[in-house]
């Protein structure tokens, strides 16, 4: 379950109150999600996901509501916070920060098709390239820089092959990023895993969870989505997945002769960056809660096909995929 905070219907119906979003008919917790308490809430006009926010930086809020303003603005599919009858989307409700948004219609691709993959790449392309004129400012909190910094927290953990392994990729990513000229930047998701979208069919109803948005390189981003939508259970790259979300991202935004460059290093620095929150999830910082955290193994088999078989060839940018 993920509701850390009950609430009550008078509560809910309340709250409610300085919303345009009609009157209170039934409260639900959500099941899914591991850090925020989730309720779909259903008013005599419309549905509704009420999230109140349970840990993380709350000052980093108006951020995220502020980005999921820009792309729903811009015609993204993005839940766009509901502002109250004063424009003021962040209330405080049992005493936590709280944030009301439509409800979106589908489920998580847990085995996605090739072409809810088109549709995936096709709407993160275009994500960056509206992204790219987003004036906020969130740096990256799981860049090059927080791996640095973190990896040695979890090595006393690690057999000393894996010791090895994430001392000498860490050191890799710094000379491969430290010599690379800037990549293009932009405002990212920042955990585009299938999880965070929702499917009706082959139509996407939406990405939901912008809590890891932030500002940085583009090309992150997409390492994160190859690596969970494009990936075989051994780890290694599917190639229909991958060539087709890459040819509908390509479509929208082609990537630089840098970003091809520095490819196979990002998707094995991305596939480090969950191995290590992950292990630190398990090993240094739980979380009060029971909820069984993710598995770190997975992004360890990732990291050492990527390794082993390498990265596959980029298709070429073209405007018909
Ligand atoms: N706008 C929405 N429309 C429909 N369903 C939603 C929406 N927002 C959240 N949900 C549902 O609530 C669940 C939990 O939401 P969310 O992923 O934001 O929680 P979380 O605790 O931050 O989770 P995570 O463990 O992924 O970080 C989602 O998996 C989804 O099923
Ligand atoms: N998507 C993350 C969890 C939420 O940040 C993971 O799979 O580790």
């Known amino acids: 379950m993920?509701?850390?905070t009950p609430l009550s219907d008078a509560q809910v119906a309340d709250f409610l109150g300085?919303?345009?979003a009609g009157s209170l008919v039934s409260l639900e917790g959500v099941a899914g999600g591991t850090e925020n308490s989730t309720f779909f809430v259903t008013t005599d006009q419309r549905e509704l996901v009420l999230t109140l926010f349970e840990q993380g930086e709350?000052?980093?809020l108006p951020f995220f509501v502020e980005l999921l303003d820009y792309l729903d603005e811009h015609r993204l599919p993005v839940p766009g916070p509901v502002h109250d009858r004063d424009g003021i989307a962040l209330h405080s409700l049992a005493g936590k920060p709280s944030l009301l948004f439509p409800r979106l219609p589908g489920r998580h691709p847990m085995?996605?098709?090739l072409e809810q993959c088109r549709v995936l790449g096709d709407t993160l392309g275009h994500m960056h390239v509206v992204s790219q004129h987003f004036p906020g400012h969130r740096p990256n909190p799981r860049d090059l820089n927080w791996l640095m910094a973190m990896h040695h927290r979890t090595l006393v953990y690690l057999s000393p092959e894996d010791q090895a392994l994430m001392k000498d990729e860490v050191e890799i990513y710094q000379g491969v990023f430290g010599d690379a000229p800037p990549l293009p930047q932009g405002a990212l998701h920042g955990d585009l895993f299938r999880d965070n979208t929702l499917f009706e069919g082959d139509r996407l109803g939406g990405i939901i969870d912008f809590y890891n948005g932030c500002t940085g390189d583009l090309l992150f981003d997409l390492a994160i989505v190859i690596n969970d939508w494009a990936t075989g259970p051994d780890g290694r790259l599917d190639a229909e997945r991958h060539d087709i979300i890459l040819s509908a991202y390509q479509a929208r935004r082609p990537l630089d002769d840098t970003e091809r460059e520095v490819w196979p290093t990002m998707l094995r620095m991305t596939a480090l960056r969950y191995?290590?929150?992950r292990l630190l999830v398990v090993y240094v910082d739980p979380p009060?809660?029971?909820l069984t955290p993710?598995?770190?193994?997975r992004f360890h088999t990732i990291l050492t096909a990527r390794l082993n078989h390498g990265a596959l060839p980029l298709p070429e940018a073209s405007t018909t995929a």
């Open 111 to 113: 085995a996605p098709n």
């Open 18 to 20: 300085s919303f345009d």
């Open 275 to 277: 191995w290590l929150s």
């Open 58 to 60: 709350h000052e980093e």
């Open 2 to 4: 993920a509701v850390f």
């Open 294 to 297: 993710h598995d770190p193994g």
């Open 288 to 290: 009060a809660h029971d």
